[in-house]
């Protein structure tokens, strides 16, 4: 299955920039329940960071979230992806497993490419 954008298409929100307020932001327009996940996962990788001297747990929480909004700011492929969630519980197969998984990398590549 190719995955696109809709022609014409406009996304709710545009793309943040990869910061915490910017994303914090965005999620918290898109899905108010959403909100505690990113903020859950932010403190816990703030607090690893500290730990662990470290900025990757930051980058990465932004990196996680970030291709979240990417994906949920155009509702077609949020929608896909949810589709491809509920399939992947039910494969039956390695190959479909693959199949669905390939689908999911798609979605994921669009929509990056789309908030890039």
Avoid: N
């Amino acid at each position: 299955m190719t995955v696109t954008i809709p022609e014409g298409a406009e996304p709710v929100l545009p793309q943040p920039e990869k910061s915490p307020a910017a994303i914090h932001s965005a999620v918290a327009a898109l899905d108010q329940a959403a909100l505690a996940g990113f903020e859950a996962d932010w403190d816990a990788a703030m607090a690893k960071g500290r730990d662990e001297y470290s900025l990757m747990p930051p980058r990465l929480v932004l990196e996680k979230w970030w291709m979240w909004v990417a994906v949920r700011r155009w509702p077609a492929l949020a929608a896909q992806l949810a589709d491809c969630e509920r399939r992947s519980a039910g494969a039956a197969t390695l190959e479909e497993a693959h199949a669905i998984s390939s689908e999911i990398g798609q979605i994921l590549q669009v929509a990056a490419d789309a908030g890039a």
